[in-house]
């Protein structure tokens, strides 16, 4: 029962499809003028393939016919002109990547001779090309030129420059010596931090002043260690955290150091006034004040009990005259002190880096051995200055302090001498 209702609906299919093709041959019948226009259609179609077809066989015909030519020219040329065409691609390939890329000789569109390893057949052109460009590279090996180029400064910013050109020697603006980029593509860029000597002759040269000029026969690696030697500050500041503390400490020790040295000179000059007049003493120095300390003692007392008294007075005026010496000698002595440390400091970097880094790259050390460096140079360069200061402020102290305990000794002797003759006098 299910086989014959299957047979049943395949053949009802069956005859569906059929009566729908037998709608759409009626269709087309009918719509005679449609059955025209797929016909023409269809012809357009054949006749533009048969078209296509003839010109890729034309094309074909042409390029085997050249092909025939380039053989027998080929044949024609022999042997020689053959290795001739290989002699000149290599050396024309060799000179491009020869001067390609650094040469100075380069700076103008197709100064570089033309490749020539794609080509078959050797033309009279092409070894006049060769010949042309390796004359001319020549000849601007020795000229001196000016050219209008684009030129990157510091910032990289890109403007049109006057080159000057100096064979193959130099490339310069009028201010710095130029670097050409890592491409041939790519426009000049100024040197970073051109030595301000040789900017002044670039600056002469240019304008036609002088005709000096300093060039680098090493092609760029003397004048490129010129430029990346460090300033002052970039210096100071490879010094690290030590390098701070060491100049703050040593400039507050010539600070202090200075403050005190211009006390003292002030207290010289008014001991230097009151010597001139013991007989009024002032309190505005030292001197003064010892000699006013004096005449307001008990004279009656015995020599050995004013003699203390007068010590004593002395002694109370040093504190003021010897003040900041100590400090000065303290950070004299941890000045070096600290260098040490860094430098130990700098040590234990570069001995990190070569655990991690090894010694193949010098420049990954190049850090901490300049902490190291930098930072003994500054506790030196700090220490002396200190040690000279305090020098200064301690022989000064010691000539202010002689010459008040001579006046006060002096007096003393006076006094005592003046007594003495006053009881022999007494006695008599």
């Not at 008294?309 to 303290?330: M, S, T």
């Not at 051995?369 to 220490?383: H, P, R």
């Amino acid at each position: 029962m299910a086989q014959s209702d299957e047979l049943g609906s395949l053949r009802e299919a069956r005859e569906a499809a059929q009566a729908r093709d037998q709608e759409r041959l009626q269709s087309f019948l009918e719509d005679q003028d449609g059955l025209e226009a797929a016909l023409e259609e269809a012809r357009a179609a054949h006749e533009s393939a048969e078209e296509e077809q003839a010109a890729l066989e034309a094309q074909q015909a042409e390029q085997s016919e050249q092909a025939q030519a380039l053989a027998q020219r080929q044949e024609e040329q022999g042997e020689a002109l053959t290795s001739l065409l290989a002699d000149l691609a290599r050396h024309s390939e060799e000179i491009r990547n020869e001067l390609g890329g650094d040469s100075w000789l380069t700076l103008e569109a197709d100064a570089l001779p033309p490749r020539l390893n794609d080509v078959d057949v050797l033309e009279r052109s092409q070894i006049e090309a060769v010949v042309d460009s390796l004359a001319t590279l020549t000849v601007n090996t020795g000229r001196a030129e000016r050219l209008e180029l684009p030129v990157a400064d510091a910032s990289g910013d890109i403007a049109s420059h006057s080159v000057v050109r100096l064979g193959d020697f130099a490339a310069f603006t009028e201010s710095a010596l130029l670097r050409k980029g890592q491409d041939e593509e790519s426009s000049l860029a100024e040197v970073p931090r051109t030595p301000t000597a040789i900017s002044d002759l670039l600056a002469a040269y240019h304008q036609g002043e002088s005709r000096e000029f300093a060039i680098d026969p090493t092609q760029g690696s003397v004048l490129e260690a010129l430029a990346q030697q460090p300033t002052l500050w970039e210096r100071f500041q490879q010094g690290g955290y030590v390098g701070y503390v060491v100049v703050v400490l040593g400039g507050i020790g010539l600070l202090v150091a200075l403050a005190q040295y211009i006390y003292l000179l002030t207290v010289s000059a008014r001991v230097r006034r009151q010597r001139q007049n013991l007989d009024q003493p002032s309190k505005d120095n030292p001197l003064g004040r010892v000699l006013e300390r004096f005449k307001e003692m008990d004279k009656h007392q015995t020599p050995e009990a004013l003699e203390a008294r007068l010590d004593e007075a002395v002694l109370a005026e040093l504190p003021k005259i010897e003040r900041g010496q100590p400090i000065v000698k303290l950070l004299a002595a941890i000045a070096p002190l600290l260098g040490l440390l860094g430098t130990v400091t700098g040590m234990i970097v570069t001995f990190q880096a070569i655990t991690v880094f090894g010694t193949g790259d010098p420049q990954l050390m190049a850090g901490g051995i300049s902490q190291a460096l930098v930072t003994t140079v500054l506790g030196l360069v700090t220490a002396v200055p200190l040690l000279f200061a305090q020098t200064a402020l301690s022989s000064r102290s010691r000539f202010i302090t002689q010459v008040i305990e001579g006046e006060a000794s002096a007096t003393l002797a006076d006094h005592l001498e003046a007594q003495s003759t006053l009881s022999g006098q007494t006695v008599n």
